[in-house]
């Protein structure tokens, strides 16, 4: 009786891929093989065989022979810089803790009253989301309104004491 044709099963491919990723530099080390295999095999069976795609063995090798090894390190993602300075943000935490705007006239801010003012006064369009999440690291939460029902007469509770 011969050999299986199949010699790891399920289980012990999966535990293997497990461990593969826990391995420092392991993605590295892979795309090594791949271009080394590639000079040897078909680059549709070294795809097959790594579960890429040939697009990606291509750029591996046009990545190693322009930069090497370093050219393929993953190279670290970053973020979108802040449109406002630290300058435009303690402005902005002023006029929110004063009530006022920029010509000292008294406002109850609102996120698209405070997105129209930074335009107005940086040039800087800045989305509601992200001046709340400004306003959240400052440690400010907005205002919620009372309620006000339509048919309320304003004029009537003046006469009334608050406790």
């Known amino acids: 009786m011969g050999r299986s044709k199949v010699n790891a099963d399920l289980q012990t491919v999966e535990k ?16 090594l093989k791949a271009i080394i295999a590639s000079a040897e095999h078909p680059v549709e069976n070294v795809a ?11 750029r591996w090798n046009r990545k190693f022979r322009e930069d090497g090894v370093e050219g393929l390190r993953d190279r670290p993602k970053g973020h979108m810089r802040s449109k406002l300075t630290e300058g435009h943000k303690k402005e902005i935490e002023r006029w929110i803790l004063g009530s006022k705007n920029v010509e000292g006239e008294p406002v109850e801010w609102t996120l698209k009253k405070l997105q129209k003012e930074v335009k107005d006064r940086f040039g800087i369009h800045a989305g509601t989301t992200t001046l709340w999440r400004y306003l959240k690291k400052m440690g400010l939460v907005p205002k919620k309104a009372r309620p006000v029902h339509v048919k309320e007469d304003r004029g009537a509770w003046e006469g009334f004491e608050r406790i």
């Not at 293997?16 to 795309?31: N, P, T």
């Not at 097959?48 to 291509?58: A, N, P």
């Open 16 to 31: 293997a891929e497990q461990q593969l990723e826990r391995i420092k530099d392991s993605k590295l080390s892979i795309q």
């Open 48 to 58: 097959d065989v790594l579960k890429v795609s040939r697009q990606s063995i291509f």
